[in-house]
């Protein structure tokens, strides 16, 4: 794929997943994938699921190389072979060398195609492109060995792209396997859902997490457990809020509320989102004010969580005291992330869509501080 056209399932400043080679925090998921191999109980297609950015992907692209570059037990005169315990296979094993290179002749990729004339990615997996995967169905595997599909992510399928691969889980090719990712199942069709087995992958912790960025080539800076505490436990979350300044702007969202009506600093906080160029750190600082206002909600009921920055525990205790509190907040981050949405869909000025939000929380405050 040329450089100028971005993948879609590829996360900004991270390595591609069919570039990663080592998965953390995922062993209970690659355990039950071995057991069913080892099992001979290799079922056709696999819905891999779990919250975004936690290595599903990973997942299905180790899963597709273990297929590909093991070969199939063929009941010879030596016996079986041993069950292998991992899906760990050599990076300069000739499979995995032509599936970094996307030249794997047995692997389909479905996933969002470039749309030339917009000259940007379409926002769905269009039955087209399901339909592209006649053409490897039909070649022959090579060495009569095994295909894989992966779907990345089956959540972006259109109605007719959904059923058309559901087409393909009724009746598979033989020797082929489908690894569907999927960030929210309960979107895909329920027939979908029945003709999969299911791997769950898990939110990592703070460990897991320092460890998985530092395999990915991600400098953490020190802060691997506020990265653990923001993102939720996904590595691909973390990702983003290292390169995009992310613990940064938060501290400032934090110092906003923390000090009497910083005005300065919210003017400044609120021009930085303005203008195509800085598109990304606007949806940034929305997703950021909205996960602030989850946390102090939350604190009213089982109290502060670990600071992801210095004094925020402090302050989340003031700003939400007891119960009461937490669900008046609640309301408040249900409200806003509504207006937000909103002025997102028409286009409203950054600047003045985070200063209403921090008005409204102002607001807010006043109404439930201790």
């Given amino acids: ?119 940007r990615l379409k926002q769905e997996i269009t039955v087209d492109e399901v339909r592209r995967m006649k053409g490897f169905f039909s070649l022959s595997a090579t060495d009569g060995g095994r295909r894989v599909v992966i779907v990345d992510a089956a959540d972006e399928m259109n109605v007719n792209a959904a059923n058309a691969l559901l087409k393909l889980l009724e009746e598979p090719p033989a020797n082929t396997i489908l690894l569907l990712v999927s960030h929210q199942p309960a979107r895909l069709l329920p027939t979908i859902l029945s003709r999969c087995r299911a791997l769950r992958c898990r939110t990592l912790d703070a460990d897991e997490m320092a460890r998985a960025l530092h395999a990915a080539g991600v400098d953490t800076g020190g802060n691997a457990q506020a990265l653990a505490e923001l993102s939720g436990g996904s590595v691909g979350a973390a990702v983003r809020l290292v390169t995009q300044d992310g613990l940064a702007r938060y501290g400032d969202i934090v110092a906003i509320f923390g000090a009497p009506r910083d005005r300065q600093r919210a003017l400044k906080l609120a021009d930085s989102a303005v203008g195509r160029a800085n598109a990304d750190r606007f949806a940034l600082l929305l997703e950021l004010f909205d996960l602030f206002l989850a946390r102090v909600a939350r604190t009213g009921v089982s109290g502060p969580p670990s600071e992801a920055v210095v004094d925020e525990a402090r302050l989340l205790a003031r700003l939400c005291p007891d119960a009461a509190a937490s669900r008046r907040w609640a309301s408040a981050q249900q409200v806003l992330g509504a207006r937000a949405r909103h002025g997102r869909a028409v286009n409203l000025d950054p600047a003045a869509l985070i200063l209403d939000m921090v008005l409204k929380i102002h607001e807010t405050a006043a109404k439930t501080a201790a």
């Fill in 1 to 119: 794929m040329s450089d100028e056209i971005p993948e879609p399932d590829r996360a900004p400043g991270a390595p591609h997943p069919r570039e990663t080679m080592q998965l953390i925090g995922q062993d209970a998921a690659e355990r039950d994938f071995l057991d069913a191999y080892a099992g001979n109980r290799l079922h056709h297609a696999w819905l891999i699921s779990g919250p975004r950015g936690v290595g599903k992907a990973t997942l299905a692209w180790r899963i597709a190389r273990f297929l590909l570059a093991t070969p199939a037990d063929d009941g010879g005169m030596f016996g079986a072979p041993a069950a292998p315990e991992t899906l760990d296979i050599d990076p300069e094993h000739p499979v995995s060398r032509r599936m970094k290179a996307l030249s794997e002749p047995r692997l389909f990729l479905l996933r969002r195609p470039w749309d030339e004339k917009a000259e």
